[in-house]
T-cell receptor, first 115, second 117 residues
Framework: GAVVSQHPSRVICKSGTSVKIECRSL??????MFWYRQFPKQSLMLMAT?????????EQGVEKDKFLINHASLTLSTLTVTSAHPEDSSFYIC???????????FGQGTRLTVV | AQTVTQSQPEMSVQEAETVTLSCTYD???????LFWYKQPPSRQMILVIR??????QNATENRFSVNFQKAAKSFSLKISDSQLGDAAMYFC??????????????FGQGTTLQVKP
């Protein structure tokens, strides 16, 4: 299957700082990318959907000014957690699909810890 | 709105035995996909099996098979000859089909499968 690379796998940042997570499709053009948040032993919660060159569509209750998503190219989407606080600590997962694919492929996830 | 429900938070199975994980969903659409994903301790999401709603035949992938009951909106996963490496959290997911669809997946709550040696 196609490969989606997410970086970094783990990050620790200080409260009040911003952190950027990258999601890259390595061998296909990702017209659509998805960002999820997952708490321990819980399901994936969709945060936003982004299409290349367009503004992201955020799910209800997700602060767009806090979780900035950029999908500037067909192979890269970034999630920036701005002014991070301890409650933003979580596991963040991206997935990507091309225009024709049935399935979406997932990155390895990023464990964010805000101290 | 579409919903996916997994009513078994935890299941356990003896190695080499068979286990079935349940999933029900609710939708008014007639054309969609259903998936089972596996999330091992590494937390990498892995596609186990996929079913197109228009296909009556149940999907199979080696030791994994589904029982797709469209009228009942049920989509269970059967794992045969369970192996220690099958221990993971399993998620059932739904996705609408169609050109206007972004491909958003709707996940169930997940079932943690324990495999006993």
């Amino acid at each position: 299957g196609a490969v989606v690379s997410q970086h970094p796998s783990r990050v620790i940042c200080k409260s009040g700082t911003s952190v950027k997570i990258e999601c890259r499709s390595l061998d296909f053009q990702a017209t659509t990318m998805f960002w999820y948040r997952q708490f321990p032993k819980q399901s994936l919660m969709l945060m936003a959907t982004s299409n290349e060159g367009s503004k992201a569509t955020y799910e209800q209750g997700v602060e767009k000014d806090k979780f900035l998503i950029n999908h500037a190219s067909l192979t890269l989407s970034t999630l920036t957690v701005t002014s991070a606080h301890p409650e933003d600590s979580s596991f963040y997962i991206c997935s990507a699909r091309d225009n024709w694919g049935t399935e979406a492929f997932f990155g390895q996830g990023t464990r964010l810890t805000v101290v | 709105a579409q919903t996916v429900t997994q009513s078994q938070p935890e299941m356990s199975v003896q190695e080499a035995e068979t286990v079935t994980l349940s999933c029900t969903y609710d939708t008014s659409e007639s054309d969609y996909y259903l998936f089972w994903y596996k999330q091992p301790p590494s937390r990498q999401m892995i596609l186990v099996i996929r079913q197109e709603a228009y296909k009556q035949q149940n999907a199979t992938e080696n030791r994994f098979s589904v029982n797709f009951q469209k009228a009942a909106k049920s989509f269970s996963l059967k794992i045969s000859d369970s192996q220690l490496g099958d221990a993971a959290m399993y998620f059932c997911a739904y996705r609408r089909r169609g050109s206007s669809n972004t491909g958003k997946l709707i996940f169930g709550q997940g079932t943690t499968l324990q495999v006993k040696p």
